[in-house]
């Protein structure tokens, strides 16, 4: 009998190491495919310089088996939005939020309790004003403002008047693309005055202070531009008033209408940035943060190319313009 019950007790105990093991390997195969989490914030979701990001984000994301979270707001004026949006992710277990800010200092304490959180920071395209920022990935926007200056000094008038469109004045990287232009432009002596306004990043809001501003100074016959919408808008004022002929226009960004207006005339210069490699180095980024990576802060350039009538047809300048389509 107390042979029979230790034969007993060592079958109890066997099963009960292989259910343990068992066990125990289902919990780490559950671990190992629970896929870590990153989201994209980005200024807004529907211009197609953000679809671009988002699919290469989604490129990334499929590469690196990670679960990513993609979203924005309607407008790329609405800070608060995006406050709301990173504190989501905190709360729904994000690890990395990739972010594009839409206001340089009105994002900064999000971000800040974001990262008090263990929550490590991306930065693309617009940066926030956080020293808790990894990585900063995106335009060199002082450098492509230059470029837009090069472009707009091609204008062959004795005197130049410059009108300048820009976006929301807290937005850092339409700041930094004008300053580099202004530096560019500043130093031509063609150049007589250089007028500035700012309008709420929309098609039609561009339109309109465009039109306002031509018609309140006749003189300005070059007109630059910061971004995919207040291109519309100042391709679409330029084409009511007719004044393809008379005014050189650089902007930013190329979708299929920016890109027509490039071939009839209104736009004679666009500056196209490389969205797509932001969103793919941003995620990949993300990545190597969960993986024991750091950042150390480091900028990381994203191409950007000037394209004309003169080249637009060359395949460099096709695959920036049609990189997707």
């Not at 031509?188 to 007028?195: A, C, G, H, L």
Request: aromatic share 8%; proline share 1%; charged share 20%.
């Amino acid at each position: 009998m107390k042979s029979s019950g230790n034969r007993q007790l060592y079958i109890f105990a066997a099963v009960m190491s292989v259910l343990m093991l068992f066990l125990t390997g289902c919990k780490q195969e559950s671990e190992s495919a629970r896929k870590h989490h990153v989201a994209v914030i980005t200024k807004s979701m529907d211009s197609a310089f953000w679809k671009s990001v988002y699919a290469g984000a989604g490129a990334a994301a499929t590469e690196y088996n990670l679960q990513v979270s993609m979203e924005g707001p309607k407008r790329e004026e609405d800070y608060e939005t995006q406050n709301q949006m990173i504190g989501r992710a905190v709360a729904e277990g994000a690890e990395v939020i990739v972010f594009s800010a839409v206001d340089y200092n009105a994002n900064c304490n999000a971000i800040n309790e974001a990262a008090k959180r263990g929550v490590k920071i991306v930065v693309i395209d617009s940066d926030v004003n956080s020293s808790q920022v990894s990585c900063r990935i995106g335009t060199d926007n002082h450098e492509a403002g230059r470029m837009a200056g090069f472009a707009a000094l091609k204008a062959e008038n004795e005197e130049l008047y410059i009108g300048i469109v820009n976006y929301d004045i807290n937005s850092a990287n339409g700041q930094q693309r004008e300053e580099g232009f202004r530096e560019v432009a500043g130093e031509d002596e063609r150049v007589k005055n250089m007028y500035t306004i700012n309008v709420v990043s929309a098609t039609e809001d561009a339109r309109e202070g465009t039109v306002g501003l031509l018609k309140e100074h006749p003189e300005i016959n070059v007109v630059v531009t910061f971004n995919e919408w207040t291109s519309l808008g100042v391709g679409w004022a330029i084409r009511d008033l007719g004044l393809a002929e008379k005014t050189q226009v650089v902007a930013f960004d190329s979708n299929v209408v920016s890109v027509g207006m490039l071939e009839t005339g209104e736009v004679d210069a666009l500056i196209v940035q490389n969205p797509y490699a932001m969103g793919y180095l941003g995620v990949e980024e993300a990545y190597r943060l969960i993986n024991g990576g750091n950042g150390n802060g480091a900028v990381i350039d994203t191409a950007t190319i000037c394209v004309t009538r003169e080249n637009m047809f060359e395949p460099e300048c096709q695959r920036a313009l049609f990189a997707f389509d």
